[in-house]
């Protein structure tokens, strides 16, 4: 699993089933989903392109976007009759994608173009392809401000793009091998995983600049709520390490990040950006992958 979308109206959850494989042939192709409403129970499975990684739900129009990778394409999926609707020709290799529920933009980035793509989502036709940094894969949209945030993990920047004007306003430096990024658009602050530094990064979205950086050490405990000898012992890990992302509980202004090499997830206070607990996620899970959820 790579990467979950949550439909609000619909009570329906979205994940990209893939596995890593050598060939773009053995690459998995499918979208699974979840009906909250009906007892839980997992729909079957729809046929995408080849190694679908992003999906992104629009809760206003029920549509669901899916990045795939191996086919430089987005699959537009309905969300009421879950059944692809278009695919649209974006770059080479497609992997994150946002979407401003505002005025129905897509955004995705596509790493081996150097590029984020622009799709108008009532038309589902690529209005621009916008030049960033190197290899961008993560990407956030601020709708209350129209800022538009990518991760560029090979040039250790995020790259600030203008919603109005498509075009380029900042190029930010954060850590090293920056990947996963996440905006409150309420305290209007961001959040980015950098990999390599095993930091976060914290972005003033007002004034697109960095006001500080949380530190993970590579010990780690398990949550301090739990009373147990075993699930609290110290576990040495890099932090976060590759693929691991964030997510932001916009009300509570929680900030959850997942830590692969560990089996942890960290949260972090967004009221004084600071890590208040780890949770130890299943101990026979060897990788923890993306997480992404949005709390209306």
């Not at 053995?26 to 979840?34: D, E, I, Q």
């Not at 916008?130 to 209350?144: C, D, F, K, Q, R």
């Not at 919603?163 to 090293?176: E, M, Q």
């Not at 932090?239 to 202004?253: E, G, K, R, T």
Request: aromatic share 8%; proline share 4%; charged share 10%.
């Amino acid at each position: 699993m790579q990467h979950l979308g949550y439909d609000t109206s619909n009570n329906i959850f979205y994940w990209n089933n893939v596995t890593r494989f050598t060939t773009r042939a053995a690459a998995a192709s499918t979208l699974g989903m979840v009906n909250q409403g009906h007892t839980n129970s997992s729909q079957p499975g729809l046929i995408v392109g080849t190694y679908p990684v992003g999906v992104a739900v629009n809760p206003v129009t029920k549509k669901v976007y899916v990045t795939d990778e191996f086919s430089n394409i987005l699959s537009v999926i309905s969300g009421t009759s879950n059944s692809v609707d278009s695919t649209i020709t974006v770059g080479n290799f497609p992997y994150g994608v946002a979407i401003n529920p505002f005025d129905s933009r897509v955004y995705v980035t596509n790493r081996g173009s150097n590029t984020v793509s622009v799709i108008g989502g009532s038309t589902n036709t690529k209005l621009d392809n916008i030049t960033v940094h190197n290899s961008p894969v993560g990407i956030a949209v601020n709708p209350s401000a129209n800022w538009i945030y990518v991760t560029n993990v090979n040039s250790n920047t995020v790259s600030v793009i203008d919603g109005i004007t498509d075009k380029v306003t900042a190029n930010i430096t954060v850590g090293k091998n920056p990947v996963g990024i996440a905006v409150n658009p309420f305290t209007n602050k961001g959040y980015v995983t950098n990999i390599e530094s095993n930091t976060v990064s914290v972005l003033d979205a007002r004034a697109n600049k960095i006001t500080g950086t949380i530190t993970v050490n590579p010990s780690l405990r398990g949550s301090f709520k739990i009373h147990d000898p075993v699930l609290s012992m110290p576990i040495t890990a890099k932090f976060p390490l590759i693929a691991s992302l964030v997510a932001v509980n916009d009300i509570s202004n929680t900030i959850y990040v997942t830590n692969t090499g560990s089996d942890t997830v960290s949260i972090i206070d967004g009221n004084i950006d600071s890590i208040v607990v780890v949770v130890l996620t299943h101990l026979s899970n060897k990788f923890t992958y993306r997480l992404r959820l949005h709390f209306c």
